[in-house]
């Protein structure tokens, strides 16, 4: 099983935007429910926002409404776009199966700042 591909990261200030992608080659991708997650220095990787096959959205509370979760079947492609950044926003954000599986990628790093 192939490793998903995060991008989209960078360097923006607070109250800024960033949309992520992930590409995800499993054959399973259709069926699957995606997730994003992050890893902020010296904290433990965390679940941000997931979305099911059918399209139903679920994000952890000091996301929400500021993130928003899609996905493209056709291109097995998941989105996170995320609005309103905030310095404590900064992390590591990686794409997986959810729950996860033990299939990570190398992530793609957000960084907020002034």
């Known amino acids: 099983q192939a490793q998903p591909v995060e991008s989209g990261g960078g360097l923006v200030l607070p109250g800024g935007s960033l949309r992520l992608s992930c590409a995800a080659s499993?054959?399973?991708?259709?069926?699957?429910?995606m997730g994003w997650y992050r890893q902020a220095p010296g904290k433990q990787r965390e679940f941000v926002a997931r979305i099911t096959t059918g399209g139903n959205t679920n994000y952890r509370d000091s996301v929400k409404g500021r993130f928003t979760i899609s996905r493209d079947n056709a291109e097995n492609t998941v989105y996170l776009q995320m609005n309103s950044l905030k310095p404590e926003d900064t992390a590591v954000y990686y794409c997986?199966?959810?729950?996860?599986?033990?299939?990570w990628g190398m992530g793609t790093q957000v960084t907020v700042s002034s």
């Open positions: 997986n199966t959810f729950p996860n599986s033990r299939n």
């Open positions: 499993y054959s399973f991708f259709r069926v699957a429910t």
